[in-house]
């Protein structure tokens, strides 16, 4: 099983970034995807997650409006789509599937799969 997460980068606050997670080993269709993040020096919190038929989605409060997380079964991709960035949007974003749950989940402790990460940095 492997999870690819890429399209992290450095970008000005107010500006957008497409993060995917490319995924392989698994039936990625019948999983739900999460996106997590990790700032310096705190713990791994929720961001988004999403429904293995991509019906449903779930945000943290913090990101809500100004991030959209999507998935491609056909290309065993999940997106995060993060607008309108603030610098408290740095961190180090990872990618996680989930088999167990019917819906979606920000629980941490459910996901069965991670990947490695993508560095997110906004300037102020």
């Known amino acids: 099983v492997q999870l690819q997460a890429c399209g992290g980068g450095l970008v000005q606050a107010g500006g957008s970034l497409r993060l995917s997670c490319a995924a392989s080993?698994?039936?990625?269709?019948?999983?739900?995807m999460g996106w997590f993040r990790q700032a310096p020096g705190k713990e791994r919190e929720f961001v988004a997650a999403i429904t293995w038929s991509g019906a449903s989605t779930g945000y943290a409060d913090s990101v809500k409006g100004r991030f959209t997380i999507s998935r491609d079964n056909a290309k065993n991709t999940v997106y995060l789509q993060m607008n309108s960035l603030k610098p408290e949007d740095t961190a180090v974003y990872y990618c996680a599937a989930d088999r167990q749950t019917t819906g979606w989940t920000s629980s941490i402790f459910v996901y069965d799969y991670w990947g490695q990460g993508t560095q997110v940095t906004v300037s102020s």
């Open positions: 080993g698994y039936t990625f269709s019948r999983y739900a």
